[in-house]
């Protein structure tokens, strides 16, 4: 008998899933119990709040893990990854910030957390599975697990999965894969199930609802310094070079009197040996435009590139169309990266992620790129 939804086995096999509070991962639940698993349902607390101004859900999402289990008659129970998430996740999320980068913590914490730590703890439990209510799709052939888009597009998480090896996906399965968010919900609210129209969670957990440049000012000790227009005049100050990313318009407060007619400002680079934040007005600026990128050592699904130097398509930020582009892998394992055409606010710390098509082959995070036009400085702009 195959096994559904990208598992590694059959039922009725011991399946221990993910919950989050949320409905994506109640119907991975559903779905698992109606197809014959013995499932039992794991809770993540990865942060706990140290000052009064959290807002992150932890105890209301505990609240309606619990309130799952009983509708399903499934056992959850709770456990706290705070310690390994701030060690794995978090000092590297902060140090990321503190080079002028801007990182993405939710790929690093499906590698090291959901797919890491869980993982282990999970087959301590005597799970023979794991899944997670990811939009995604495996496909076993050969001897190894494939990553594949899933047939929501719009909902389509392989970009954050893109780090994890085959002997993190050997034992996982993604049931959603099929579906659509609607269709989920759908079947949620047929189900019974208490969050069935729960609103979906959005930007990064341990922040919660406050501000951004409020919670980052708790960790880092930001200078304020000059907002340099292309030409080096000073237009604005800034309040700390963490608290920008390239392609950034809200929050600049260039006043009148600098520019050209009304066109908005965006930010398009950050020298931080100076403290100077770069600025354009112009959605499309020439200077907020890169042809290629210099990654970091990249990580592939299959172990391995596909060659030394191939073509595929690859996303340099999430919900992004994948544009065509040329990829050579160097000896340390680094990637350098050609676009057939330009693509807007590549940033470093962020990831380039390859396809070829439905398939995710891996991906870097992003160290360099290659601006389409050089800043009048003497130093790298995107850099």
């Not at 698992?32 to 990865?46: E, T, W």
């Not at 009197?257 to 931080?272: L, M, Q, R, S």
């Not at 544009?323 to 160097?330: G, I, N, R, S, Y």
Request: proline share 7%; with cysteine; net charge negative.
């Amino acid at each position: 008998m195959d096994a559904p939804f990208g598992l590694p086995l059959p039922p009725p096999a011991r399946v221990v899933v993910g919950l989050s509070g949320g409905v994506d991962s109640a119907v991975t639940a559903l779905l698992l119990q109606r197809a014959g698993y013995d499932v039992l349902g794991l809770f993540m607390k990865n942060w706990e709040d140290d000052d009064q101004f959290g807002n992150c859900p932890a105890e209301a999402d505990i609240a309606d893990v619990q309130a799952i289990g009983a509708c399903l008659d499934i056992p959850v129970q709770v456990v706290n990854f705070a310690a390994e998430y701030r060690e794995q996740v978090f000092a590297h999320f902060l140090a990321e910030y503190r080079r002028g980068r801007t990182p993405n913590p939710d790929v690093l914490c499906n590698r090291q957390i959901k797919f890491g730590v869980f993982q282990q703890h999970a087959q301590a439990l005597g799970a023979q599975a794991i899944a997670t209510g990811h939009y995604a799709a495996l496909r076993r052939s050969g001897g190894q697990v494939h990553l594949l888009c899933p047939a929501d597009r719009d909902k389509d998480q392989t970009y954050f999965l893109h780090a994890l090896t085959q002997a993190q996906l050997a034992p996982a399965g993604m049931p959603l894969t099929g579906f659509t968010k609607g269709e989920v919900r759908a079947l949620a609210a047929q189900a019974g199930l208490p969050v069935a129209q729960k609103k979906d969670s959005t930007g990064i957990c341990f922040i919660g609802e406050r501000p951004f440049r409020e919670f980052l000012s708790r960790y880092l000790v930001a200078e304020p310094g000059d907002m340099l227009d292309p030409d080096g005049r000073i237009v604005g100050r800034h309040i700390g070079l963490p608290y920008y990313t390239l392609g950034q318009r809200q929050g600049l407060g260039i006043g009148g009197g600098h520019g050209a007619g009304n066109a908005p400002w965006y930010a398009a680079g950050k020298d931080a040996a100076r403290n100077t934040l770069r600025v354009v007005q112009g959605h499309d600026h020439p200077l907020l435009m890169s042809d290629g990128l210099l990654s970091e050592a990249a990580t592939w699904i299959a172990g391995n590139p596909p060659q030394a130097r191939f073509s595929c398509t690859a996303k340099t930020r999430y919900r992004q169309t994948a544009e065509t582009c040329e990829v050579e892998v160097l000896d340390d394992g680094r990637c350098r990266v050609q676009f057939d055409r330009p693509q807007r606010a590549v940033t470093p710390g962020q990831s380039v992620v390859f396809y070829r098509d439905d398939e995710c082959l891996g991906g870097a995070v992003i160290d360099t790129t290659a601006p389409v036009v050089a800043a009048p400085s003497d130093r790298p702009l995107h850099a």
